[in-house]
């Protein structure tokens, strides 16, 4: 697909969301007559960047709805750091559908993600309620993994286990690792302890998500991938980093190459931060503005307080569209990475 | 990246060394500022330091920092040259908020007249720090505790003097540990000092250090001190509350915030309006809203969205006097999203196109709690402002009114629900002499109030002296 193709196909889908949204959601038809705009300002695909953005704190505080309530059937929440009330998002069937099955797309396609067992380095999602682990977890049932295929690390286990059945006979190959980016430290640490090797298959992928800050800080992403590379003895296209936004439900997996592609139903764009409704040059850091045109339960038109830089290219594995590079929050808005919640669990076992 | 080497100072004498580093990020420019460490050693030298300045006179002390204060006054002292240029990169703040800073502390903190003040309201008779007065059945006399250990905070660059003042003029020996957000201003005040006397006893015995949180070189120091003086957030002086001992004093400056509380007697006629609103302006822009007694949110009698108006009119030239100091990424991104919640909430926002202020016009108070600060703002409007009172409560110091006769009208119900201060709008950063600070008179806490009985024979003398019709007594001496 060309460039202008896909910016055609864009313009369609978010004209679309957007006078859905503004038909159907009373606070945010409020919102956008208050700023003086309405669907039909929206004409070319440079005019997306008019679309007024819903800032997370709202989402804590009103219950905002394009759906009748009874139709929904999930409320995702986002951990914060800065209230005791967490931000709610809520999905009908349809919304929550197109987001596990788009998804699934997403990292079958992108990250080539298929078959095997997964070893999820979390918590059991009967256990926990973080987006990072049920969302993920909803997705790879998607695309077909079973219960027999998929390992937790579980409160209360070691890492002794997951050895264990990381190295059994009757495991699923390939295997694929997935967990909170401040665990593979720990990880790893335990094997060099022990003296352990596990290796993985041709076709793993060690997936993280949930941001660069571990307690002891910035974990630096080419030192992990190299330690990965070597304790696991697989190549450094097979390690994954993902970029998860629970405010429209999407998490995004890294290319060969180590790109974040924003896959066509998500738009991205990097925002000065002393005026919102300005978009900074491509390229450029700014405030990432984050809109799903799947997402009908309501508008998933947000800023969740993430900054990073936001361009367009045709990358090296033959994918063209956006690509992000998430460079961590905005300070003032809290830690609300979900990640962060787990490492105390983490703490306990290994 | 930039980087500058500052001393630290024990008892007097100046400490050089590179191992210890503060570092600033303002946009891409990162500016290092290198110091010593202080070790157990140099807190083993304070503490056989002298202990108090007792036998200096509250006289001399005045005279002292009032020559401080006139070496401030000359705009082209070396030091205060310095002190602006590296204060402006550590403290953000724009040259001109600093300028009046250190013009407020030459002209005004190191004056007679204010550290007079000082002392004549917290003692009322102030000789009672150099001398017994008789009280009752009682002489009596204000001690130095000892020393002092002041932990400063950095939004407000004449504090840091003011809490020093407080140290010297009970005549304790002060150990000031400045807060990475002002290093400057009080070190550089205490290096004058060797400009104006190098052997004075406050000279000798001023002591401006810096450390890590929790380090072993703070609990060392908090094991030879009388007394610690905290200025900051809460995490500050919860921290120093488990820290101190029984019998330490413990003098707590907190994080409070403030209020305007306006009239509608301001539209009765435009040039009112306008006046009201360039003080509430001048009021927001001091210390860029860091300030304790800046004002979060202004109470308004209907109609509101009239002195919004001529506020957002009044900030456009304010701050074009006071220009704001540096605003972080994160910042100006807070302001904006401020804004859009605002909006989004259906409240009422102006601003200028930037974040340079916001006012934001809204219906609930539970909508200013996530306060950006940066010069914004939040307007209530109430029909009548005593619908604000319950609004009010220990955590705000100073409330600021449009009119005298508003003010003295709810002066009491304002006071009783827990502020310190009321004050006419315009006015809040101008602490008049004799106000008390935190609701108290902390120079009295400051020292040991000690007393020597009067004796029965005394006690005598002065019983008869007082039967004695009231005419002049000559006492002729004989022989």
């Known amino acids: 697909m060309k460039i202008e ?6 313009l369609k ?3 679309q969301a957007f006078r859905w949204h503004y038909n159907n959601c009373n606070y945010y038809r409020r919102y956008c007559d208050q700023v003086g705009i309405k669907p039909d300002d929206i004409k070319g695909y440079e005019d997306l960047v008019k679309i007024p953005l819903i800032p997370s704190d709202a989402f804590r505080e009103f219950k905002i709805l394009s759906v ?3 139709n929904i059937v999930l409320t995702l929440t986002s951990s914060t750091t800065t209230s005791k009330e967490p ?11 197109r987001m596990m099955i788009s998804n699934a797309v997403d990292h079958r396609e992108v990250g080539e993600l298929s078959g095997g067992s997964i070893f999820m380095l979390t918590p059991d999602p009967e256990k926990s309620k973080i987006g990072l682990v049920t969302g993920f977890y909803r997705m790879i049932r998607i695309m077909g993994f079973g219960d027999q295929d998929v390992y937790f690390l579980g409160e209360g286990n070691d890492f002794g286990k997951l050895v264990k059945n990381l190295t059994s006979e009757d495991v699923k190959r390939p295997r694929h690792l997935y967990g909170p980016t401040f665990v593979y430290p720990h990880l790893l640490d335990y094997f060099e302890k022990n003296n352990i090797r596990p290796r993985l298959d041709e076709e793993s992928r060690v997936m993280m998500g949930g941001g660069w800050k571990g307690r002891e800080g910035k974990i630096s992403k080419a030192d992990l991938y190299r330690r990965l590379s070597t304790a696991f003895g697989i190549e450094k296209s097979q390690i994954r980093d993902t970029y998860g936004i629970t405010d429209i439900q999407v998490g995004m997996i890294e290319c060969e190459y180590h790109k974040t592609h924003v896959p066509p139903w998500i738009h991205l764009s990097a925002r000065d931060p002393q005026d919102l409704n300005r978009e900074v040059g491509e390229g450029e850091e700014g405030i990432l503005a984050c809109m799903s045109s799947l997402i009908q339960s309501y508008p998933a038109f947000t800023l969740p307080g993430d900054i990073g830089v936001v361009w367009e290219e045709e990358c090296d594995c033959g994918r063209i569209g956006q690509i992000v590079e998430h460079r961590g929050r905005v300070r003032a808005a809290g830690a609300r990475g979900c990640a962060l919640r787990l490492e105390d669990f983490v703490k306990s076992i290994g | 990246m930039k980087s500058f080497e500052i001393p630290l100072i024990i008892n007097g004498k100046i400490y050089r060394g590179k191992e210890q580093t503060l570092l600033y990020r303002l946009d891409k420019e990162e500016i290092k500022l290198l110091m010593p460490q202080i070790t157990e050693k140099e807190i ?11 036998n200096t006179s509250v006289e001399d002390i005045i005279r002292f920092y009032e020559k401080v204060g006139r070496l401030w006054t000359d705009k082209n002292y070396a030091l205060r040259e310095r002190a602006l240029r590296l204060a402006r ?7 001109a908020m600093l300028e009046r800073s250190y013009d407020i502390i030459s002209n005004e903190i190191l004056s007679r007249e204010f550290m007079e003040g000082i002392l004549e309201s917290n003692f009322l008779d102030k000789r009672v720090v150099d001398a017994w007065l008789e009280l009752k059945d009682t002489k009596l006399s204000a001690k130095p505790r000892g020393r002092i250990l002041h932990i400063l905070a950095g939004n407000a660059p004449p504090v840091s003097i003011v809490s020093m003042l407080y140290g010297s003029l009970t005549k304790n020996v002060n150990i000031l540990k400045f807060s990475s957000g002002d290093p400057i201003t009080p070190l550089f005040f205490v290096l004058s000092f060797r400009d104006v006397d190098r052997n004075h006893p406050i000279t000798r015995t001023t002591s401006v250090v810096y450390w890590r949180h929790d380090s072993s070189v703070e609990r060392k120091t908090l094991e ?3 007394g610690v003086c905290v200025w900051g957030g809460y995490e500050s002086i919860s921290a120093f509350r488990k820290k101190t001992k029984p019998g330490q004093i413990l003098l707590e400056y907190g994080p409070r915030k403030s209020f305007q509380f306006i009239g509608r007697e301001i539209y009765n006629e435009d040039h009112l309006l306008k006046l009201t609103a360039e003080n509430a302006a001048h009021d927001l822009v001091l210390y860029d809203q860091q300030a304790c007694h800046s004002p979060q949110v202004a109470f308004v009698e209907e109609p509101a969205e009239k002195f919004c108006e001529a506020l957002a009119e009044a900030l456009k030239i304010e701050s074009k006097k006071i220009p704001k100091g540096y605003v972080s990424t994160d910042e100006h991104a807070t302001i904006s999203h401020q804004r859009l919640m605002a909006t989004f909430r259906g409240d009422k926002v102006y601003h200028p196109g930037t974040t340079e202020w916001t006012i934001i016009l809204t219906k609930k108070f539970e909508h200013t709690l996530n ?3 940066s010069r914004t703002l939040f307007v209530i409007e109430v029909k009548d402002l005593r619908d604000a009172l319950r609004y009010v409560d220990p955590s705000v110091m100073v409330v600021a009114f449009s009119s005298k006769s508003r003010m003295d009208e709810l002066k009491d119900e304002v006071t009783l629900r827990g502020a310190d201060r009321v004050t006419l709008v315009g006015r809040m950063g101008y602490f008049p002499t004799g106000s008390p600070h935190e609701g108290r008179y902390d120079l009295s806490n400051l020292v040991r109030w000690v007393s020597r009985d009067l004796t029965k024979g005394e006690l005598k003398i002065r019983e008869l002296l007082n039967k004695l019709p009231k005419y002049r007594v000559r006492w002729v001496r004989v022989g």
């Not at chain 1, 931000?87 to 559908?97: A, I, T």
């Not at chain 2, 083993?44 to 007792?54: D, M, N």
């Open chain 1, 5 to 10: 193709e896909l910016h055609t196909k864009k």
């Open chain 1, 13 to 15: 889908a978010f004209r």
């Open chain 1, 68 to 70: 009748p309530e009874k």
């Open chain 1, 87 to 97: 931000c709610k998002f809520p999905l009908d069937e349809v919304s929550l559908r």
């Open chain 2, 44 to 54: 083993e030298v304070l503490r056989k330091g002298q202990s108090s300045i007792h």
């Open chain 2, 89 to 95: 990169l550590t403290t953000g703040y724009h040259e």
């Open chain 2, 224 to 226: 030879i001190v009388d």
């Open chain 2, 371 to 373: 306060h950006p600060l």
